[in-house]
T-cell receptor, first 113, second 112 residues
Framework: AAGVIQSPRHLIKEKRETATLKCYPI?????VYWYQQGPGQDPQFLIS???????DKGSIPDRFSAQQFSDYHSELNMSSLELGDSALYFCASSPLGTGREAFFGQGTRLTVV | GESVGLHLPTLSVQEGDNSIINCAYS??????FIWYKQESGKGPQFIIDIRSNMDKRQGQRVTVLLNKTVKHLSLQIAATQPGDSAVYFCAEKKGNTGKLIFGQGTTLQVKP
């Protein structure tokens, strides 16, 4: 079965650079969530989209922005990267209209040096 | 704020024993709960879910219990296997478009 696809899997950036993370949800899933997970931490909710509109917002820095496109894929844009942004970034998607059963991708490991 | 907390950071069990992982949630308005398993370097893997109108749900070797009175959630794993070793998170949600909030994970260690 198709799963949530995230790219890239690994990314190394320097401080003050910009990064773009991509997420391709499971087909017919209309809700996308983004999470940040530091070492030994629980996933922290960043932002979510339902039917291409932002549905909820968590602890996402102003330096970050995200959007969901017409094909339901989503991108997380991160600017002015800081060392503390180094983390695993996960995307999850939920089926049409239910908001349930969020399935996660394998994540993007971002390292800021 | 909204939080979901787990009582024990690490649980060590013998292979073949049953495991019980607990979770306390704080938002009484949450109406949907999920248990996830996360192996090192991987994304959280969906295990089982339960809606607030239920108090028990069973899957293959796993059972989730929900006690809304005390806002407590538990995951029971029967006949724990070495492959069950991972970090387990509970997560709560309110409504179809609400955010999914994770609690602090519990590390399950299975001794052979």
């Amino acid at each position: 079965a198709a799963g949530v696809i995230q790219s890239p899997r690994h990314l190394i950036k320097e401080k003050r650079e910009t990064a773009t993370l991509k997420c391709y949800p499971i087909p017919r899933h209309d809700t996308v969530y983004w999470y940040q997970q530091g070492p030994g931490q629980d996933p922290q909710f960043l932002i979510s989209f339902y039917e291409k509109m932002q549905s909820d917002k968590g602890s996402i820095p102003d330096r970050f922005s995200a959007q969901q496109f017409s094909d339901y894929h989503s991108e997380l844009n991160m600017s002015s990267l800081e060392l503390g942004d180094s983390a695993l970034y996960f995307c999850a998607s939920s089926p049409l209209g239910t908001g349930r059963e969020a399935f996660f991708g394998q994540g993007t490991r971002l390292t800021v040096v | 704020g909204e939080s979901v907390g787990l009582h024990l950071p690490t649980l060590s069990v013998q292979e073949g024993d049953n495991s019980i992982i607990n979770c306390a949630y704080s938002n009484s308005a949450s109406d949907y709960f999920i248990w996830y398993k996360q192996e090192s370097g991987k994304g959280p893997q969906f295990i089982i879910d339960i809606r607030s109108n239920m108090d028990k749900r069973q899957g293959q070797r796993v059972t989730v219990l929900l006690n809304k009175t005390v806002k407590h959630l538990s995951l029971q794993i029967a006949a724990t296997q070495p492959g069950d070793s991972a970090v387990y998170f509970c997560a709560e949600k309110k409504g179809n478009t609400g955010k999914l909030i994770f609690g602090q994970g519990t590390t399950l260690q299975v001794k052979p």
